[in-house]
C-alpha cells in the first residue's frame, strides 16, 4: 500500500522528519533529494529565493506525479515537500525521497519526481541578490533542468 | 454579462498588481477571447501572451473554451519551481 506524503508549506522543512517516515517502509533503499538555495548563480551573489504557489493546483500536480511515478516503479512510500516564501542560501526549498525495497528503482524514482516537479507543478520563484536586485527565474515549458 | 475570478501569480501578479480579480465578461467570451481582452489592457501581459496557460477550477483549458459565470480561472506563465 503506496504511502505519500506531500505538501506545500511556508514553515522551514525537516529532512530528519523525510527520512524517519521512508525508513517506516520498512524497504531497503530510501533516496532523499533535497533542492537548495544556491550561493552563486551566473558569477552573482545570491542572497534568497522567494517562492510561490497556485496551492490548489500544485498539490493535484505533485499527486499526479506520485501516483505516475508509482505506476514506473515499485515505491512503498514517497514524500514531496515544497518550501513556499523566503528561503535563504543553504536552506532547502523542495524535499523529495522514496522508499523501495532496493535501491535501484529508489533513485530513478527519485530523480523523475524532483525533474517531473521543475516541469509541471505550479510553482514560482524569485531570486535575490546580495546586490539588492532581484529577478524571476526565467523558465519555459520546455526547461528540463 | 458574466462574472469570473482571475489568479495571477508570479510576473503576472506583478504585472496586473494584484493576484486576484474579478472582472464582467460577455457571455460566450472564451478563454482566448480573455487572453486577448487582458493583452489589449496590459502590455507586460501582452509581451508573454505566448507562453501563458489558462486553468479552468483548477485544470488546463483549451483556448477555445466559452467561459462561465463563477469560474475560477488561473493564468499560468511557464514554472519554476524546486
Known sequence: ?145 | MIIVTLRFFSVLREAFGAGVAEVELDPGTTGQGLIELLAANNDEFAAIQSVVRLAVNDEYVELDLQLSDGDEIALITPVSGG
Not at chain 1, 28 to 46: D, H, M, Q
Not at chain 1, 72 to 100: F, K, M, N, Y
Open chain 1, 1 to 145: 500500500m503506496l504511502q505519500v506524503w506531500i505538501d506545500i508549506t511556508d514553515q522551514p522543512l525537516n529532512a530528519s522528519e523525510v527520512h524517519s517516515f521512508l525508513y517506516e517502509s520498512n524497504g531497503g533503499g530510501v533516496c532523499v533529494f533535497a533542492g537548495v538555495t544556491r550561493l552563486e548563480t551566473n558569477g552573482k551573489i545570491s542572497t534568497s529565493l522567494s517562492y510561490e504557489a497556485y496551492k490548489s493546483m500544485a498539490l493535484k500536480e505533485i499527486r499526479r506525479l506520485a501516483d505516475e511515478a508509482s505506476q514506473r516503479w515499485p515505491i512503498l512510500r514517497a514524500v514531496v515537500l515544497h518550501r513556499i516564501g523566503t528561503v535563504v542560501v543553504g536552506e532547502p526549498s523542495v524535499l523529495i525521497g522514496v522508499a523501495t525495497a532496493h535501491r535501484g528503482p529508489a533513485f530513478e524514482a527519485t530523480r523523475f519526481l524532483i525533474d517531473e516537479l521543475k516541469k509541471s507543478v505550479q510553482i514560482w520563484k524569485k531570486e535575490s541578490f546580495e546586490d539588492g536586485s532581484q529577478e524571476w527565474v526565467a523558465a519555459s515549458w520546455q526547461d528540463l533542468d
